[in-house]
């Protein structure tokens, strides 16, 4: 079956980095778009960014200029590099596909997640 696996997570002081993986056995990168969410307490799952097959990438104008999404298909393996961390970004962040079609869907579920957590 399908595997999501989300790491990388911490605790880091505001300005700090952290880099997130999504490891994903057998996810058809060239196909399939993989997009992050995250999920502060007490508030509803936000979508940050995506890769898409092609490998063009958007983010929400909360992290631009301060997240990266990259891929390594060799890897399946997804990434997320966020730099300049700021409190409000603490969450719990996910993995998940956003193509919905074929192969890809079976990468349409929520993992456990990893938790990042940022103080000022």
């Known amino acids: 079956q399908a595997r999501l696996m989300e790491s990388g997570g911490g605790s880091v002081q505001a300005g700090g980095s952290l880099r997130l993986s999504c490891a994903a056995p057998g996810f058809p990168s060239d196909a399939c778009a993989m997009s992050w969410y995250r999920q502060a307490a007490g508030e509803q799952r936000e979508w940050v960014s995506t890769i898409a097959a092609d490998g063009s990438t958007a983010y929400v104008e909360a992290v631009k200029g301060r997240f990266t999404v990259s891929k390594d298909g060799a890897k399946d393996t997804v990434y997320l590099q966020m730099n300049s961390l700021k409190p409000e970004d603490t969450a719990m962040y996910f993995c998940?596909?956003?193509?919905?079609?074929?192969?890809?869907?079976?990468?349409?579920?929520w993992g456990q997640g990893t938790q990042v957590t940022v103080s000022s």
């Open positions: 998940k596909t956003s193509t919905l079609r074929g192969q890809c869907s079976a990468y349409n579920y």
